[in-house]
């Protein structure tokens, strides 16, 4: 099974932009779906976005729309996702998560996930 490893969060001022990365093994990384969720304190885990396996399609929830960028490199086995224009309501922990099917929005299609990269954005 793929092993999920993300990086490039820590603490951040509002309206900044910030990109997090997240490098797969173990599997090849073009087999799968990938997608951000994030979870913020006391909050369920939500659907930020997804890209297809070839990177050319991407679907984001309603609310990321305009300010989230979901992107891929095949050849480098990662998967990056980009905020502009911070805001302190992004403040959470953010999960890539690897799935065998498209276009999935919901936590439990996702099979594979790393263990989180945190997010704080400061006012």
């Known amino acids: 099974q793929p092993q999920l490893v993300e990086s490039g969060g820590g603490l951040v001022q509002a309206g900044e932009s910030l990109t997090l990365s997240c490098a797969v093994s173990?599997?090849?990384?073009?087999?799968?779906?990938m997608a951000w969720f994030r979870q913020a304190p006391g909050k369920e885990r939500e659907f930020v976005g997804a890209?297809?396996?070839?990177?050319?399609?991407?679907e984001y929830a309603d609310s990321m729309k305009g300010r989230f960028t979901i992107s891929r490199d095949n050849a480098k086995n990662t998967l990056y996702l980009r905020i502009d224009s911070l805001e302190p309501e992004d403040t959470a922990v953010y999960y890539c998560?690897?799935?065998?099917?498209?276009?999935?929005?919901?936590?439990?299609?996702?099979?594979?996930w790393g263990q989180g990269t945190q997010v704080t954005v400061s006012s």
């Open positions: 998560a690897a799935a065998q099917s498209w276009p999935e929005e919901e936590a439990v299609d996702y099979d594979y």
């Open positions: 173990g599997r090849p990384f073009n087999s799968y779906a």
């Open positions: 890209i297809n396996w070839s990177g050319r399609d991407t």
